[in-house]
């Protein structure tokens, strides 16, 4: 079974490579805070000081090699997660009832001054770690340092977006979605 896993993790690590996997445009965030909040404040991390590793963070638990293993680091993190479009297409169903009472924010990676170097593809820093990527269908894409409002550009109530879901086909394509407002 490593073999297997090493085998696949390298066939990803590949892929990437070769499609030239960039940070995309847009990256979502599903939210229970107030369009009104976000615009005040964006999305920041619970600590800009913190130095946690993004498998930390993914994982809501300090390393074997820190003081405190097995904590919880969400107070101590200094990533904001967010997640491409993909992570729309296949919805948990124990997630999916939550959505009702979220938000989904569109974030415009291109504005606000964010840099490319300070989002980190989960699934890549997994692979190249030879760990299990304990939720890959999200397609999280990790912000070090909080996302400031200005590129946070649209918001859509998650009982909008599940009326356009379908369980047995996902998402419509992300330029068919519908029903953003401008935050």
Request: aromatic share 12%.
């Amino acid at each position: 079974m490593l073999f297997t896993d090493d085998f696949g993790r390298i066939k990803r690590i590949v892929a990437r490579k070769a499609r030239g996997k960039s940070l995309p445009r847009y990256v979502y965030r599903w939210d229970r805070r107030t369009p009104e909040e976000i615009k005040r404040t964006g999305f920041q991390p619970w600590n800009h000081n913190g130095d946690v590793s993004v498998i930390e963070h993914v994982k809501n638990s300090f390393a074997a090699h820190r003081p405190n293993p097995g904590m919880n680091v969400k107070e101590h993190s200094q990533f904001v997660s967010t997640g491409s479009y993909g992570m729309l297409s296949t919805l948990d169903p124990v997630f999916a009832q939550q959505v009702l009472n979220t938000n989904l924010y569109k974030i415009d990676t291109s504005l606000g001054g964010m840099r490319a170097s300070d989002f980190f593809d989960v699934n890549d820093v997994f692979d190249r770690a030879r760990i299990q990527r304990p939720y890959r269908t999200q397609r999280e894409w990790a912000k070090q340092n909080g996302i400031p409002q200005e590129a946070v550009v649209e918001v859509m109530s998650g009982s909008v977006f599940m009326s356009q879901y379908d369980f047995k086909k996902g998402a419509p394509n992300e330029d068919k979605l519908i029903g953003w407002n401008i935050i």
